[in-house]
């Protein structure tokens, strides 16, 4: 079982930055492609940002898309998500999600791809 843990999430008002960490001690962080989900108050959890194995390809969902950056140190075993110009309907609980891959050129888009999740990590923006 794979150990993930999220930090960095708070409240912020909207224009501001926050900055998200995942971290997974120990194991092969280097052979799981990762990804971003979050739900918000009411909605089903949705698709914010994935990346590769090797950071070659990335995905972004449109909502979010040049306004959050996905990055991963495979040195520190850590997956960043930084996350700009936040609006009041980012507020949610965002969570990271791992999954082994066996190709270094691949992401994955959908929560059932994943096999592994992190406890959340909560970000309001508010006024």
């Known amino acids: 079982q794979v150990q993930l843990v999220e930090s960095g999430g708070g409240l912020v008002q909207p224009g501001d930055s926050l900055r998200l960490s995942c971290v997974a001690p120990?194991?092969?962080?280097?052979?799981?492609?990762m990804g971003w989900f979050r739900q918000g108050p009411g909605k089903e959890r949705e698709f914010v940002a994935s990346i590769s194995r090797a950071s070659s390809m990335i995905n972004y969902a449109d909502s979010v898309k040049g306004r959050f950056t996905i990055s991963r140190d495979n040195a520190k075993n850590t997956l960043n998500l930084q996350l700009d110009s936040l609006k009041p309907e980012d507020t949610a609980v965002y969570y990271c999600a791992a999954r082994t891959a066996y190709s270094t050129r691949v992401y994955y888009s959908l929560s059932s791809d994943y096999k592994h999740w992190g406890q959340g990590t909560q970000v309001t923006v508010s006024s």
């Open positions: 120990g194991g092969t962080f280097s052979m799981y492609a």
